[in-house]
């Protein structure tokens, strides 16, 4: 539902692309969801939205991460090499594969003459 609003507010001009039964109908399921008691107060499931970003809850026990059975398919080993892998490329200045199988390069540092192009405008 997010990606559907979201579109219309990046692309306002296409907004009507989305037909309107199907935002009636999200709509309507949310109010439900807003209205009926948490079903599993013990799992996380932002890590099927972001592999990163909800990786503390996960790694302090808080939540269970919905990446793994019974909710997800996927095992330990294939998260755990996955967090590896993003986290290799977290690293500033850091030649990683990334998980496109593409090598990501250092980024340049300011060097110099940025310094002084910047204080000259």
Do not use: N
Request: glycine share 6%.
């Amino acid at each position: 539902m997010s990606h559907l609003i979201l579109f219309g507010y990046v692309y306002p001009g296409r907004r009507l692309q989305v037909p309107r039964w199907l935002m009636s109908e999200l709509i309507r399921r949310l109010e439900v969801e807003m209205t009926s008691m948490p079903s599993d107060r013990t799992v996380c499931q932002g890590t099927l939205l972001s592999w990163a970003q909800y990786l503390d809850y996960i790694e302090r026990g808080e939540y269970e991460d919905a990446r793994h059975p019974p909710r997800g398919a996927l095992t330990t080993e294939e998260t755990a090499f996955v967090t590896t892998q993003f986290r290799k490329e977290q690293d500033i200045g850091s030649d990683t594969t990334s998980l496109s199988g593409k090598r990501s390069q250092p980024r340049p540092q300011p060097g110099p003459e940025t310094q002084s192009h910047k204080s000259a405008a």
